[in-house]
């Protein structure tokens, strides 16, 4: 029995230690991950992996965390080469961002990121890793649970490595207030998983993403540069829009957003979950490259 609580913490990190073989593969090869977008903003799910973290993996209050991540693909807002943290693939996170994106590789099984500037009304999802600031103190967040204006999240103290869950704090705008300390911290920028469809890199699936289809289509043969994709992730791309073929983007596409937007739970109500649906189907995933 000793070795149970290993095997069980290895199991739990095997979703990202797959990831991380698959990248071998070439870039051009169209991949996505296990866990869908149903699975992962559903938050009951989110609160069985926190309990298998704290039980299993070891992830619990107070307890030092000191190792380090490489990070894997990663862009800025918009498929842009160019990201806020200038984090890359190979860049190397320690503290609270390499334990946050260490929790979001399990949790979601990609290696493969964007990052968006936060605003007054951006959204907030569980699983964002959200970079904040209080004066000097810099940290990231791994967001846990949203209730209203109320987000929980893991972090970790840059200074001495204990892990802090469950941290409290009040939204308000582009700030958070933390409900233990009261210190009011800015939020910079945060990264998350690229999903499927999300054509215009956003961060969300909405009626935007289905335009953008339809606007950028030209006789079902779109090019890069057609699309002023000359300087961004292009490869990303035609990953998210479930595209073999980097010349081409289908326009069933266009359709298939318009169907899930207009569909929520199996019905003719709007989907505006942020997602292509909410009805347990498992239909559509994140990206991996």
């Not at 940290?139 to 840059?158: M, Q, W």
């Not at 993403?209 to 043969?221: F, S, V």
């Not at 596409?253 to 169907?259: A, E, R």
């Given at each position: ?5 290993a ?10 230690t ?9 870039a051009s090869?169209?991949?996505h ?6 699975y ?5 799910n989110?609160s ?6 704290g039980?299993?993996?070891g992830y ?10 490489y990070?894997g693909v990663?862009c ?6 160019t990201t ?14 390499g334990?946050?994106?260490m ?8 290696t493969t990121?964007?990052e968006?500037?936060v605003?007054?009304n ?7 890793q959200?970079k904040i600031?209080?004066?000097n103190?810099h940290r990231?967040?791994?967001i846990t649970s949203?209730t209203?204006?109320?987000?929980r ?10 892990i802090?869950t469950?941290e409290a ?9 933390s409900?233990?300390?009261?210190k009011?911290y800015?939020?910079d920028y945060?990264?998350?998983?690229i999903k ?10 909405s009626?935007?993403d289905?335009d ?5 289509y ?13 300087n961004k992730?292009?490869d ?21 957003i318009g ?6 739970n199996?019905?003719n109500?709007?989907?505006n979950?942020?997602?292509m649906?909410?009805?347990?189907s498992?239909?559509y ?5």
């Amino acid at each position: 029995m000793k070795h149970m609580k290993a095997r069980i913490a290895a199991m739990l990190f095997a979703a990202a230690t797959t990831v991380c073989a698959s990248q071998a593969l070439s870039a051009s090869a169209f991949s996505h991950t296990y866990s869908s977008q149903d699975y992962c903003e559903e938050p009951y799910n989110m609160s069985y992996s926190c309990r298998n973290w704290g039980l299993y993996g070891g992830y619990y209050n107070g307890q030092i965390w000191d190792g380090e991540v490489y990070s894997g693909v990663v862009c800025g807002h918009g498929y842009s080469q160019t990201t806020f943290s200038k984090t890359y693939q190979g860049s190397k996170l320690e503290k609270s961002a390499g334990f946050c994106r260490m929790l979001a590789e399990s949790f979601f099984g990609t290696t493969t990121f964007m990052e968006h500037i936060v605003y007054y009304n951006t959204p907030l999802t569980i699983g964002d890793q959200v970079k904040i600031d209080y004066g000097n103190e810099h940290r990231t967040l791994f967001i846990t649970s949203i209730t209203g204006n109320t987000v929980r999240a893991y972090s970790l103290n840059e200074n001495t490595g204990e892990i802090i869950t469950g941290e409290a704090f009040t939204r308000n705008g582009w700030h958070l207030r933390s409900q233990s300390s009261n210190k009011n911290y800015g939020m910079d920028y945060l990264t998350r998983p690229i999903k499927e469809y999300d054509a215009n890199g956003d961060g969300i699936i909405s009626r935007d993403d289905a335009d953008w289809i339809l606007t950028n289509y030209n006789n079902g043969r779109v090019t890069q540069h057609d699309c002023g994709f000359d300087n961004k992730r292009w490869d990303i791309l035609i990953h998210a829009l479930q595209n073999e073929h980097t010349w081409k983007i289908e326009y069933s596409d266009y359709y298939t957003i318009g169907y899930n937007l207009g569909h929520l739970n199996g019905t003719n109500q709007p989907n505006n979950t942020g997602r292509m649906t909410y009805d347990g189907s498992n239909s559509y995933y994140y990206v991996t490259m």
